[in-house]
């Protein structure tokens, strides 16, 4: 990396850095199968607010192919990028004319554009997700990117970023070379006007741009470029054109009291093919889930999104271990409480992923680390080095174990309902037979239960001649071997 100096950044930038040796191994990888069936149009949807015009300068040279250009979805676990050729019009939809929007709203950066190795933090008006993340600050480099990290150092270019085009650009060597950013409320374009490269001026200016689209979105559009990417001098400056994003681990320093060490490690790179980055081209990227985005124990658990989500119920937060936050991770104990607790029993499993699910393939990702020391007037607890064991989902018995108590559930509130409904009939036949005895007398059944009426019950009487037999009530007129001897009809 290269030392940038930032300015007007809140909180202030943090110095002494230098790149460690620490190397962790992260296990994970998406099944791309599943994403390769996207829409070939999805590129321009949601780009009506923005727009769009584009390349009314710039005519494609004759005798060329004109045919359609577009490489496949390639998958980079985090995101999904598609490159457009340039003769592909989509290619052209996903240039924002800046040139053509409200001119209150493009703001020319003054100091960028006449400096080199200059960075300067711009506010956005919207949540801008990355990596699972929301920022509303980021800070843009004369370099030719963008820098997402929260804590402000030197070394921008080594991880936490977004690059259209990385380089050891300019501005200040030419008068027309510019740096702008456009913000309408759901997108923030920021464009590299004819910026030269400072070590090779005669090769000609760039002029490319990086929008940021509310729904996570990340389009990468080339306007200018004079020369093949892969002959850009990396000697002075890093040459990359992809995304970064890395967690911040504080360490307290034993030997020296009040300080602490700032360890960054990068957990993740996209990096796109250079040879792709041509005049009129463009790239997008979408995002892909991640365990972030679930915010109940149930679905976190049981995701099939291609990491390994872990719950912590001390903190309410889905993660695999590997974001933003693995500081507040370990602190908490969250990589402890994964591996032996469950979710409780009642598991809202209604919430659904916004994306479509995957396999967990295994592969072993790089851990580039950045480190940083300076003083500090509070301390914190030492946190280790990422396992490879923080992964792995310890909580996933919490769906057999649910399985089993609603099918217990389940059967015993079934045999409930059957045993109501048995009881029910039982009694409605009682009261049926009872009523019917009741208006037939002389049936068999009436007959049958008057025979075996008790020995202390009243004698029946029929009257003579009668139609209808009528009860009346007789005194016994004497017992014999305990039966009761009553008038005969």
Known sequence: GVFYEVIQSFPRVEED??????????????????????????????QDSLEPGGFTDLLLEEGHDNTTQIEEDTDHNYYTSRTYGPYDSTSRDLWVNIDQMEKD????????????????????SFDFPFYGHFLREITVATGGFIYTGEVVHRMLTATQYIAPLMANFDPSVSRNSTVRYF??????????DHVHLQDNYNLGSFTFQATLLNDGRIIFGYKEIPVAVTQISSTNHPVKVGLSDAFVVVHRIQQIPNVRRRTIYEYHRVEL???????????????????????????????????????????QRCSSGFDRHRQDWVDSGCPEESKDKICERNIDTTETPMYSTTTLLPTTTRFRVLTTTRGSTTSHLPTSLPTEGD???????????????????????????????????VVAAAILVTVYMYHHPTSAASLFFIERRPSRWPAMKFRRGSGHPAYAEVEPVGEKEGFIVSEQC
């Open 183 to 192: 913000d309408n409320g759901t997108a923030l374009v920021v464009q590299w």
């Open 391 to 425: 992964m792995k989902c310890a909580l996933c018995a919490a769906s057999t174990d649910n399985s089993a108590a609603e099918k217990k559930g389940g059967t015993l509130h079934a045999g409930l309902i059957v045993g109501i409904l048995v009881l029910v009939l």
């Open 105 to 124: 709203k493009v703001k020319i950066h003054g100091i960028l554009s006449n400096t080199h190795r200059q960075a300067a933090r711009v506010n956005l």
């Open 17 to 46: 850095v230098e790149v460690a040796s620490f190397v962790s191994s992260h296990r994970w990888r998406r099944h791309s199968e599943s994403l390769k069936s996207v829409d070939t149009n999805r590129a321009s949807m949601g």
């Open 273 to 315: 093919q250079m040879s792709k980055i041509t005049n009129l081209s463009a790239v997008e990227m979408i995002p892909l889930p991640t365990c972030l985005q679930f915010t109940s124990c149930g679905p976190c658990v049981t995701a099939q999104i291609g990491f390994n989500c872990s719950w912590c119920s001390k903190l």
